[in-house]
């Protein structure tokens, strides 16, 4: 069983930068499909950055985020990252952290919410134009 808690979250102007972390307890993540997603009012929760730990720290981006937003973990499989640079109003939203193991088939971890069985609580960005 895996529990997960994100801090980090805040108000920041559009042009910022913050960076969230993802406390793992339980099991190390060196073996999880590890993810960051967030949902923005009524929509629904949406993939943005995603890493295999188990396979050389693959990693996978929504387009919106690309080339802004950084994923990593740390070395003790502890604790999971997400870097977020030139930050805009639309990524404004409740971020969530979120885990999986690994299968045998290695490979980049889906942006797909529903295959993540462990989730964190959520901690919110506010990004003010």
């Known amino acids: 069983q895996v529990q997960l808690m994100e801090s980090g979250g805040g108000s920041v102007q559009t042009g910022g930068s913050l960076r969230l972390s993802c406390a793992a307890s339980g099991h190390t993540i060196g073996n999880y499909c590890m993810g960051w997603f967030r949902q923005a009012g009524g929509n629904e929760r949406e993939g943005v950055a995603t890493i295999n730990s188990r396979y050389g720290g693959l990693t996978n981006y929504a387009d919106s985020v690309k080339d802004r937003f950084t994923v990593s973990t740390d070395n003790a499989g502890e604790t999971l990252y997400l870097e977020m640079d030139s930050l805009k109003a639309e990524d404004t939203g409740m971020y969530y952290c979120?885990?999986?193991?690994?299968?045998?088939?290695?490979?980049?971890?889906?942006?797909?919410?529903?295959?993540?069985?462990?989730r964190g609580q959520g901690t919110q960005v506010t990004v003010a134009s």
């Open positions: 979120a885990a999986f193991p690994v299968s045998a088939a290695p490979g980049p971890c889906t942006l797909n919410f529903a295959a993540y069985s462990y």
